[in-house]
């Protein structure tokens, strides 16, 4: 996504602004049962849980969808960073049960 920023269009904001908000929903979406399968795992619960602050941090951004710089300046500078520590915090707790 970042670098499709670079031979992005301003017509294109809003679209990858939809696809953004609909990948975390997909994501978000599958949290309830994966939170309910962490069992006694607080640690991995609260990890989950997580993914709900940078979904907040959209929040403002879905309510203005003409701020495209903007958007891509948070989305490179803030909300990447937030997605990859939360992936890799999540990814760490989720491999034993993966792999037994």
């Known amino acids: 996504m970042i ?17 953004l908000v609909d990948a975390f929903i997909q994501i978000d979406t599958t949290h309830s049962g994966m939170f309910h399968l962490a069992g006694d795992n607080e640690h991995l619960q609260n990890q989950i849980l997580l993914f709900d602050q940078i979904i907040g941090e959209l929040k403002p951004f879905t309510l203005n969808k003409d701020d495209t710089l903007s958007f891509q300046i948070y989305i490179k500078d803030e909300l990447s960073v937030l997605f990859i520590q939360w992936k890799n915090e999540v990814q760490a707790y989720l491999l034993p049960y993966l792999l037994h």
């Open 3 to 19: 670098q499709s920023f670079e031979s992005m269009e301003y017509t294109e904001g809003e679209r990858i602004m939809d696809d």
